[in-house]
């Protein structure tokens, strides 16, 4: 029951102000969390593709949490941000809403900034082309940083550039497909 309300209070909130912004010509946004503690999961995300004012739907789909009092890291990075990613795009699909997703750039060990690059490539894998990164140069300003932040960054370019490569790739092959060149 008290679950139940909460989920009731946060969708009945996003739907008054979803639609105030929408009356003053704004665009609105979400991104929600993957554990329960926060009331909207992956799992009840339709809820918010109900609302008629919310344009865009993302998550945080984060393979590991550290420091924390329940941290937990995810085994094989590239299939856990895969799956997630993949339940976001389709519960945005199935409510005709735009999607953003967000690679996880902070808090990660030093020797695991590889993981950033598996995690781009899931998301983008499961169709995901509003790619963002959480956050900036691995968030060496603030005491969640990367343990590595110049690392994590390289991580993050090296991420960038493999996504912009594979994004060519496409557009290209389907212009070569569309005039009959392959």
């Not at 946060?10 to 639609?19: A, F, K, R």
């Not at 902070?106 to 499961?126: C, K, N, P, Q, S």
């Not at 940083?145 to 389907?174: C, F, G, I, Y």
């Amino acid at each position: 029951e008290t679950h139940a309300f909460q989920l009731w209070t946060i969708v009945n909130y996003l739907d008054q102000v979803s639609e105030y912004a929408h009356s003053l010509g704004m665009e609105n946004s979400v991104c929600v969390m993957l554990k329960g503690i926060h009331g909207i999961t992956l799992d009840n995300l339709d809820l918010l593709g109900q609302l008629k004012y919310m344009d865009n739907i993302g998550s945080d789909p984060y393979w590991s949490y550290t420091g924390m009092r329940d941290g937990w890291v995810e085994e094989d990075v590239y299939k856990y941000v895969y799956t997630n990613a993949l339940k976001n795009m389709r519960a945005c699909e199935a409510t005709g809403k735009d999607h953003n997703i967000w690679v996880k750039a902070y808090g990660l060990h030093a020797g695991t900034e590889r993981d950033t690059v598996y995690a781009a490539e899931a998301i983008y894998d499961a169709g995901a082309r509003n790619i963002f990164f959480w956050g900036y140069r691995g968030c060496d300003g603030n005491e969640y940083r990367s343990h590595n932040p110049e690392m994590h960054w390289a991580a993050v370019k090296a991420a960038t550039d493999r996504l912009w490569e594979k994004e060519r790739q496409r557009v290209v092959s389907n212009a070569r497909k569309d005039l009959g060149l392959e």
